[in-house]
């Protein structure tokens, strides 16, 4: 919910620059000015990195005993209150043997975020440079040394934005399950009776959760790199874009990396069949599941961060996730539901099951889309997921318009095709038609569509 409020002021206020939204309220007293923050790159190289912030400042990493001390100007900021609605519905029919079940569900949501006043603290940069122009950074310090290894970056908060009052955010959800099912039991021990048992059931859930931010408190920041090089000399990353690091002894060759990317992360290797081999009803529950997440990007976000966590090879610890809600809980089940088949093997050097890489690479890319494209595809059904995935396969290997005859069948309705320009034109893609040709104006289609329509059209097959 905090994460989702933060997100939101950062989307509206500063779009294009260079804030970041603080994700967990615990870490707000660690942001302050001069605080290291480590810079963690992903899996997929169209992923944004993960920031997380430490326990740690400059001065503490540097060597003597003299304090760095950070100079600091204060300003009012803004003042910002918000309120954001969704509104989600869908239906979900399975059969998987004598069983068979139908669900429809429907919600809306509300979040309203009252910030009131902001201030903004920031960091007095030249001073910085001219304080820590003779120190050198202590090589041997367990942070740095740890970071080493893993070849993530350091970087120091340059400005950030508090709250000035205490204040509020508040969510409101209401949701309600429509079920009904039929159980039949035939032959059972060689006996030619039927059992069924019909049930339906209506449930309605309301949840108004009001959470008070006191004054003082971190919601955006913005950081600086810092280039560390071995013998402890450093840089600070001035010029917008500029990247730091920390300087090792020897790296492997870029083949080499590559290579290990490959067996291990699956960064090199997007492959989404697995999804294809589940059965039926997983596939189905996935499906629903997933498209019921579409509409909440903070939900999204957090499973992307918990597969991410699975797929990097740690235990999950359930107990450290205790704010999932039930609709993540159910995905995250339905995505580690192990089919006890040939085809779902591990990830022979890593022990990563194939469909849980597969699942991962599917959520990160859908997690990478606009609002508008993600909203579209959780109202899109099985038929049309499915054709637009043949569409957007017809558009990358052809060169020439194509001819209108050749649509896939549900496309030639006008409806499903105006769904489908909707789509391609959310993420900057134009489609042309005239009486009986079809291109589209960009010449490359975006990767992470392409995954995400494929991935979830994998999951609809079979499914009508």
């Not at 900021?77 to 068979?100: I, M, P, W």
């Not at 095709?417 to 079809?438: G, H, I």
Request: aromatic share 4%.
């Amino acid at each position: 919910m905090f994460s989702k409020a933060t997100a939101n002021f950062v989307r509206h206020i500063d779009p294009e620059g260079s804030l970041k939204h603080v994700s967990r309220l615990n870490d707000s007293d660690k942001l302050v000015p001069m605080a290291l923050v480590v810079k963690r790159n992903r899996m997929w190289f169209w992923q944004r990195p993960k920031y997380q912030p430490t326990d740690f400042t400059l001065s503490n990493l540097l060597e003597g005993d003299k304090v760095l001390s950070p100079d600091v100007s204060k300003t009012e900021f803004v003042t910002y209150e918000g309120t954001y609605r969704d509104k989600l519905s869908g239906k979900l029919d399975t059969e998987a043997g004598s069983v068979r079940a139908t669900m429809e569900g429907q919600g809306t949501s509300k979040l309203q975020s009252c910030f009131g006043k902001l201030k903004k603290e920031e960091l007095d940069v030249k001073k910085l440079l001219q304080d820590s122009s003779s120190r050198l950074i202590d090589m041997q310090q367990p942070l740095v040394q740890q970071l080493e290894k893993r070849a993530d970056v350091l970087a120091v908060v340059k400005e950030r934005i508090l709250t000035a009052n205490s204040c509020t955010v508040t969510q409101t959800k209401k949701e309600q399950c429509v079920f009904q099912g039929m159980l039949g039991l035939v032959g059972m021990m060689g006996s030619s009776f039927k059992v069924c048992v019909k049930d339906s059931n209506n449930i309605e859930a309301d949840s108004d959760v009001s959470l008070e931010i006191p004054s003082g408190t971190v919601i955006a920041y913005s950081i600086l790199e810092l280039e560390i090089k071995k013998s402890g000399h450093f840089n600070i990353c001035l010029q917008p874009g500029s990247m730091g690091g920390i300087e090792a002894d020897s790296w492997p060759s870029h083949d080499h990396m590559d290579e290990v990317d490959d067996k291990c992360n699956g960064s090199q290797e997007m492959d989404l069949s697995p999804l294809a081999e589940l059965p039926q009803l997983t596939r189905c529950v996935l499906f629903k599941r997933l498209q019921e997440t579409l509409g909440d990007r903070t939900a999204l976000s957090y499973m992307q961060c918990l597969l991410e966590e699975l797929c990097s090879g740690e235990t999950l610890n359930m107990a450290k996730h205790k704010e999932l809600s039930e609709s993540q809980r159910k995905l995250l089940s339905a995505i580690l539901d192990r089919p006890g088949t040939d085809t779902h093997a591990e990830n022979s050097q890593c022990g990563i099951p194939s469909h849980l890489n597969a699942a991962h690479l599917l959520v990160s890319a859908l997690e990478e889309l606009p609002d508008p494209t993600l909203s579209l595809l959780s109202q899109s059904g099985a038929d049309f997921l499915e054709a637009f995935d043949t569409l957007m396969c017809m558009l990358k290997k052809s060169s020439e318009p194509l001819s209108i005859q050749c649509l896939p069948v549900p496309l030639q309705d006008n409806q499903a095709f105006q769904l489908a320009e909707q789509l391609l034109s959310s993420t900057n893609v134009t489609l042309k038609r005239d009486s009986d040709r079809l291109w589209m104006e960009t010449e490359v289609l975006p990767l992470v569509l392409c995954l995400s329509i494929q991935g979830l059209s994998l999951l609809c097959k079979g499914k009508k």
